[in-house]
């Protein structure tokens, strides 16, 4: 397992260094000059010729390239065009609440995925079996942010139950995270379906029935045993676009996370706080997806990753 | 003699083909009919494609006329769907918004389809190191989450319309590569791209004649699927006012405008956000059922 996991973090070294030269290309995709631009409107020339100078954009690309790479390896993301702060100070405060809304968002995904694809494939093509899966694929077409709208429409300015924005307390999480997990919930709750489907046309579980053991022993015990094995895959597949969604949870939700940095960043035009955001929400999927193979691995170990 | 023997040969050869290929047609259509689903989601989608056509026609307003006597208007007779804070008619911006919301969907499909037929194609084909620099390259990619890439391109690029169908377009791209470059890889080892090859059909030939016919099924079906990402991917973008700008009526945007007024009038935000779903779903139920009938293997 050690070896396993030394040999992924190798795998992944080359796709970090690739994310970064894509984030550091940003930069250079940005038209006109970029000294112009980071000095804001209205900068005197010679306060733009000092700051090519500052920031090493008077050097070749790939000398550039190799020191912006040495800064980030030392924490150094640059500081905001805005304030002026290091950019790193501002995503240390907005990661964790970012992350906290990822994990209850996952945590809605698997349990109410797992839940709803169970009571699916207990009774194929029963009415609740539909309804469940009618309910997926509208959980699938509805986009979050309306999604996000409708629930707050429904529970915080109609049914005052709930708060509107922010994040503050438990209760304003709930919402956010409904929102957030209801898409990779109607995924999950897909997938366990068809994975537990095609597990119960085993013959190990034809042995189990003939055994006489008890329905929720069989389905517990050994059915959803084996199909939890492709589901984790999709999991971690899904967190991918949960983060991603972030950007337009913490949007509607005014939720000042890591997400709405970015975009707030995109709208001002400030670039090194975009390049710094997405370069470690990147790094933070790359990490996750390890945890899920090496997750992977353990559920499985007939699997050889190697 | 022998060239009238072969001569009928080649007639005969020629019309097995054309009767093979409609009888394939044939079954892929029969198929497709009988999955419900994929029947009710290919009328969404024709329904909103006639809406394009129709806005000029069907829209009983201007879609940009201002007229703030009437705005904020619940939904009612003469506004079947209200009106906006600056007294625009909805249902005619929705209308209107339905060219802008596919014509967004398709480009940046056909734009994430093209390229990356083409790398997986070539991935496919050359293997080895020309492989090798290929795959690593979608592998960074696909380690941006979510639209987190579509984001840092129209960080670059700045905020419009046709940049959102860029920015999607590339984050699409590794998607159709990944699966062409399987297919391909596939293919290629088949004895008849050997028996073409001893012919002297360049590479050029072999990619695009005889192996690219051969792998659409399963472009179609993800271009299908593809395209309800597209579409949800791109409205958020504009819901963010990172893609349409104002007076637009992209869904998306539109969606946006109307979340200020949630308390006073949530028909805003509530119809341009219907109208993204029902499409999606649309897309949905017929990308699963043309799954189902071009390529069984990939049945669920």
Redesign the interface.
């Known amino acids: 397992m050690f070896l396993f996991i030394i040999k992924r973090l190798l795998q992944i070294v ?3 260094l ?2 970064t ?3 550091f290309l ?2 250079q ?3 006109g000059d970029s000294a112009v631009i980071l000095a804001g409107e209205g900068a005197s020339k010679e306060t733009v010729e000092q700051l090519r100078v500052d920031l090493g954009l008077n050097k070749p690309m790939h000398e550039q390239y190799i020191s912006y790479i040495s800064n980030v390896v030392q924490g150094d993301l640059g500081n905001s065009l805005k304030n002026n702060q290091p950019v790193l100070d501002e995503i240390l405060i907005r990661l964790p609440i970012t992350m906290e809304l990822a994990f209850f968002s996952i945590l809605i995904t698997v349990v109410l995925g797992l839940i709803a694809g169970i009571i699916s494939a207990v009774r194929p093509y029963s009415y609740s079996d539909i309804g469940v899966m009618v309910v997926a ?2 959980g ?7 999604l996000g ?2 629930l ?2 429904v529970f915080s ?1 109609k049914l005052q139950w709930l708060p509107v924005a922010g994040w503050d307390s438990t209760a304003h999480i709930i919402l956010p995270a409904i929102t957030l997990g209801a898409g990779g919930a109607a995924i999950v709750a ?1 997938m366990t379906r ?1 994975s537990m489907l095609e597990v119960v046309g085993q013959d190990y579980i034809r042995t189990a029935k003939a055994k006489g053991l008890a329905e929720h022993v069989i389905i517990y015990k050994h059915a959803l045993r084996n199909a939890l094995i492709p589901v984790i895959t999709v999991v971690g597949l899904q ?7 972030t ?2 949870v913490e ?2 939700f005014a939720i000042n996370g890591l997400g709405r940095m ?2 707030d ?3 001002t ?1 400030d ?1 090194p706080m ?1 390049q710094g955001g ?1 370069l470690v ?2 790094l ?3 990490f996750v997806n390890l945890l899920v193979d090496t997750m992977y691995r353990v559920f499985n170990k007939r699997i050889d990753l190697n | 003699m022998t060239v009238n023997t072969s001569l009928v040969n080649t007639v005969d050869l020629v019309l097995a083909r054309k009767k093979i290929r409609r009888e394939k047609r044939r079954l892929f259509f029969s198929t497709l009919g009988q999955n419900k689903a994929a029947v009710v989601g290919g009328i969404i989608i024709l329904f909103y494609i006639s809406l394009t056509f129709l806005a000029p026609i069907l829209a009983p307003y201007d879609p940009y006329a201002i007229n703030l006597q009437d705005k904020l208007q619940f939904p009612s007779w003469t506004h079947w769907m209200g009106t906006d804070d600056k007294g625009r008619d909805i249902l005619s911006r929705i209308l209107y918004g339905s060219r802008l919301s596919l014509g967004v969907g398709f480009s940046s499909v056909f734009f994430g389809a093209f390229f990356g037929i083409i790398l997986g194609l070539v991935a496919g084909y050359y293997g080895k190191w020309v492989d090798t620099i290929i795959s690593r390259s979608l592998d960074v990619m696909l380690a941006f989450p979510g639209i987190l890439l579509a984001l840092a391109i129209i960080s670059a690029l700045g905020p419009s319309l046709i940049n959102v169908t860029i920015a999607v377009g590339v984050f699409s791209i590794p998607l159709f590569a990944r699966i062409v470059r399987g297919s391909t890889m596939e293919i290629k080892q088949l004895e008849y791209i050997d028996a073409i090859r001893t012919l002297g059909a360049n590479d050029f030939t072999i990619i695009f004649r005889h192996i690219f016919p051969n792998i659409l099924s399963p472009i179609i079906v993800q271009g299908s699927l593809r395209l309800a990402t597209a579409i949800l991917s791109a409205a958020g973008l504009s819901f963010l006012g990172l893609g349409a700008q104002p007076p637009s009526p992209e869904w998306g945007a539109m969606l946006s405008s109307g979340r200020d007024f949630l308390f006073s009038a949530p028909y805003m935000a509530i119809f341009p956000g219907l109208m993204i779903s029902v499409l999606v779903l649309g897309f949905n139920l017929f990308g699963d059922g043309l799954r189902d009938a071009l390529d069984p293997r990939m049945k669920k």
């Open positions: 080359p796709v970090i690739g994310v030269l894509v984030v940003i930069m995709m940005v038209p694929l509208l699938i077409s509805l986009p979050s942010f309306w709208i409708l707050m429409y300015i897909r068809s967190f991918g676009s949960l983060l991603g969604g950007v337009l949007s509607v970015i975009v960043a995109i709208r035009r670039i975009v997405v929400a990147s933070v999927f790359v």
